[in-house]
T-cell receptor, first 114, second 114 residues
């Protein structure tokens, strides 16, 4: 049982380059999320999707875009990376969108933008 | 504006003793609270949760207490074991249109000393 996989594990990227972080889940969860984790700030929500074909903006969406073509995949794209996007990125999923639903997290992608 | 705060960046506890991790929140709209545990180079994993209509939830060695009037919750681990050494995130859950929103605290690094 894989759960949630993310790729790449880590990446060093030149500023201005385009980058897509991949996220795939095999739990058939409807809801998926992207967070970034920064020291002293915890995890902050970037974008979310409550079902295939729909997406929404989270707390820090600027500079990022997402798509949800099917249930399993939820890629996060940085169109033109900037150094402030250096962070650890976590993808998560949940079976529902109620307050009590547990979110399951992937192992993360460590991104460095130079 | 940090809606969920964990004011202790780190905590060191002797093996076998009780570990108490604290969390404060500001928004009365949160209706569920969750604790996540994170090991290095892994994603956060769900530990325990509590509904805002309860004041205590227990699961084995882990107990979460909620004081709504003080907008404060705490996680008690007893007895503490070396495998409990990790970063612990408190998260508050609320519904936003079409999705669940988790707001995370900054995290507390717990070290259990043998």
């Amino acid at each position: 049982i894989a759960g949630i996989t993310q790729a790449p594990t880590s990446q060093i990227l030149a500023a201005g380059r385009r980058m897509t972080l991949r996220c795939t889940q095999d739990m058939r969860h409807n809801a998926m999320y992207w967070y970034r984790q920064d020291l002293g700030l915890g995890l902050r929500l970037i974008h979310y999707s409550n079902t295939a074909g729909t997406t929404g903006k989270g707390e820090v969406p600027d500079g990022y875009s997402v798509s949800r073509a099917n249930t399993d995949d939820f890629p996060l794209t940085l169109a033109s990376a900037v150094p402030s996007q250096t962070s650890v990125y976590f993808c998560a999923s949940s079976s529902g969108i109620n307050s009590y639903n547990e979110q399951f997290f992937g192992p993360g992608t460590r991104l460095t933008v130079l | 504006d940090q809606q969920v705060k964990q004011n202790s960046p780190s905590l060191s506890v002797q093996e076998g003793r009780i570990s108490i991790l604290n969390c404060d929140y500001t928004n009365s709209m949160f209706d569920y609270f969750l604790w996540y545990k994170k090991y290095p180079a892994e994603g956060p994993t769900f530990l325990i949760s509590i509904s805002s209509i309860k004041d205590k939830n227990e699961d084995g060695r882990f107990t979460v207490f909620l004081n709504k009037s003080a907008k404060h919750l705490s996680l008690h681990i007893v007895p503490s074991q070396p495998g409990d050494s990790a970063v612990y995130f408190c998260a508050a859950s609320a519904l936003i249109p079409g999705a669940q929103k988790l707001v995370f605290g900054q995290g507390t690094r717990l070290t259990i000393n043998p």
